[in-house]
C-alpha cells in the first residue's frame, strides 16, 4: 500500500527521539496518526536494523485482549530486550484502561522510547497531565493541509483544486477513494463521524443522547464562526423543544472538543490584552466532516467554510489563536507564535469599497506595528499593501509555509 510521507509531522517527531520523553501524537480518528506512526516505525529501523519495535495496534482484534494496565504489563514481559534500543509504538492508547501507570513506570526506568497516539483530548487533560507531567510532548495531527491535500490527489494548485478542498476535507484516505467518487467520499466522511461519536463521545465521555449531540454538531457546522454561548444554545433548544440545561449543552460541546470534531476558540480583548470568558467560536478539525453535517452547496455557507480553512492553516503553522476583540469591532484572528501576535481578517470577496472599509478598517484600529492580513477568495485591485496591511488570496495563505 502506497505510504505518502507526511514530512512536518515526522520531522517534528525526530527532534524528541530519544530524549527521554514520551512522545504522544493527537487527533481526530482518521488523519493518519497510525500511517505516521508506521513511517517513524520503519525509519526507525532503517536507521538502526537491531532496534526492538513493539507495535501495538489497539484497532486490530489480536490486541483486543489488551483492556487494563495489567493486560499490558504482561503482554510486555520479556519483550523489552537488554544492549538494543526498545520502542513502544501503541496506537490509541486511550483505550487500554490505566495506561499511564505502565507508561510512568516505563518510563522512569528510561527502559525504551514510547510513542503513543490518542483520539480524545482527555488523555491527556486527565491521564497524561496527571500522571506524566512534564515527561512527555504532545504533537497533534490535523487532517492533510491544502499543500497536502495537492500532493495526496496528485492536483495542480488551481481554483478548481481549492474547491475541492474546501468541500470535501483532508482526511488522507479519501485518495484511495477517489474525489470523483461523489457518493462513495460521502460515505466514508459519514462513517468515519459515526465512529468517532461511537467510541469517543458515547464510549468514551459517557454521553447516551446521541440525537441530541448530533442537533449540537449541526448546530454549530450551521453557525462555524459565529460566537456561541450558554444563551444561544438555551435559545437553540428551545426552538428544537429539547430539554437540557445551557450547562449540560456546553458539556456535549466540550466532549465533541474532546474528541478533535470541533476546537474552541476563546475571545481576546485586543486593547486590554486578555483573554475573556464568555461566548466562544467552534471550527472543525476537518472541513469535510463539517459540511458532511450541514450540507454542501447552501447560499452563504462559503464564508463560513474560508473562516474554517484559515483558521485550521494558522494551526498547522503552530499559532496559538483567538478571537479579536475591539470596543466597535471585531478581528476574526488574533495568532500568537513566540510571543508575537499577527491579526488576520477573512472576507469572501473584496469587490466593494465598503468591504474593503470594513476588512480593512477594523485592523488599522489596532494600534501597534504587528503583522496585519486580510485574505479573501479573490485578488484585489489595489496593491497588495493597503495602509501597512497586507492583502493575500487564500490560495496564496494556504500555500504559505510562514507568514
Known sequence: ??????????????????????????????????????????????????????????????????????????????????????????????????????????????????????????????????????RYIEIHIQSLSYR?????????????????YLEYGGLPHLYRLGLEN???????????????VLKDVVQREGLRNVTLFENLMRYVSDNTGQ????????????????????????????AASNAYIVNKVSRYDIHGKRLLETNDKYYFEDLGLRNMLVGTNRSGDIEKVIENAVYLHLKNLGYKISVGTLPNGEIDFVAEKGGTPIYIQVAYLIAEEKTLEREFGNLLKIQDNYPKYVISMNPMLRPQNYEGIRHLTLRQFLLTDRL
Open 1 to 134: 500500500m502506497k505510504i505518502i510521507e507526511r514530512s512536518q509531522y515526522i520531522d517534528h517527531i525526530r527532534k524528541f527521539l530519544n530524549k527521554g520523553m514520551i512522545i504522544a501524537l493527537t487527533g481526530q480518528r482518521r488523519v493518519g496518526k497510525s500511517y505516521i506512526m508506521r513511517q517513524l516505525s520503519a525509519e526507525i529501523q532503517a536507521a538502526n536494523p537491531d532496534a526492538n519495535i513493539i507495535f501495538i495496534n489497539k484497532e486490530k482484534t489480536v490486541f483486543s485482549n489488551l483492556r487494563t494496565a495489567d493486560d499490558l504489563a504482561r503482554y510486555l514481559n520479556g519483550k523489552l530486550k537488554d544492549d538494543v534500543s526498545n520502542y513502544l509504538l501503541i496506537d490509541e492508547v486511550q483505550d487500554i484502561e490505566g495506561f499511564e501507570n505502565i507508561l510512568r513506570s516505563l518510563n522512569a526506568d528510561e527502559e525504551c522510547q514510547i510513542i503513543v497516539t490518542g483520539s480524545n483530548a482527555k488523555m491527556l487533560s486527565s491521564e497524561l497531565s496527571t500522571y506524566l507531567g512534564g
Open 148 to 164: 497536502e491535500f495537492l500532493t495526496f490527489h496528485g492536483l495542480e494548485d488551481s481554483d478548481k483544486s481549492l474547491l475541492k
Open 182 to 196: 461523489e457518493d462513495m467520499v460521502w460515505e466514508y466522511v459519514q462513517n468515519i463521524y459515526n465512529t468517532i
Open 227 to 254: 460566537l456561541v454561548s450558554a444563551t444561544s444554545l438555551a435559545k437553540y433548544l428551545k426552538s428544537q423543544r429539547v430539554e437540557l440545561t445551557p450547562i449540560s449543552a456546553i458539556n456535549y460541546l466540550k
